[in-house]
């Protein structure tokens, strides 16, 4: 406990209480938004797209096989957040108990928190963003079917920003490197 206390030094009490948190917490935490916050986004993306394809399909039924695209896009968001959380997964290490709160502990605990909380959010983000569009799709291509090529070109290009969290959250989990056991 001692090597927290210098680390911290005279600092406030939230951040000693922060470190006081074991690292296998925050890589838990990390674990848990990553996968939990990405089904949210893909959950909420296929509720937006599914309502509005459901409502257009009543105007043009013609719509409602070629749309489900939409929402495969939406559930490409969750699996993008079950492969991260295997990958984090894959990154915890068993320490010491005298080294659990080393600094090299406490960095491997916080990088995987914040890969976590960086590909959770961004694929709630990207969740919203295929949702809206996958919307969008559905209603236009109800009106005229030469713009559902053309608005799906548009809904691969949100659904690349899934892929931009999980590339961001890989990078930052390279920074988990847990203690030796040895020494």
Excluded: H
Aim: charged share 10%; aromatic share 8%; net charge positive.
């Amino acid at each position: 406990m001692s090597a927290t206390m210098g680390v911290v030094g005279a600092s406030s009490s939230w951040s000693r209480a922060i470190v006081q948190i074991s690292p296998y917490t925050f890589s838990a935490l990390g674990i848990a938004i990553a996968i939990g916050v990405s089904v949210l986004g893909a959950a909420w993306g296929i509720y937006i797209t599914g309502s509005s394809l459901i409502g257009a399909a009543i105007k043009a039924p013609r719509i409602t096989s070629k749309n489900l695209i939409s929402v495969i896009f939406c559930e490409a968001v969750a699996i993008y957040g079950v492969i991260v959380a295997i990958i984090l997964q894959t990154k915890l290490e068993s320490v010491p108990a005298s080294k659990i709160y080393a600094a090299e502990s406490l960095r491997a605990g916080y990088a995987i928190f914040a890969s976590g909380i960086i590909v959770g959010f961004a694929n709630l983000v990207c969740g919203l963003c295929v949702g809206i569009i996958g919307s969008s799709c559905a209603l236009s291509d109800a009106q005229n079917s030469t713009l559902f090529v053309k608005i799906l070109v548009i809904e691969i290009f949100g659904s690349a920003l899934g892929l931009f969290g999980v590339i961001v959250g890989i990078i930052m989990s390279a920074q988990a490197t847990w203690p030796s056991k040895t020494g």
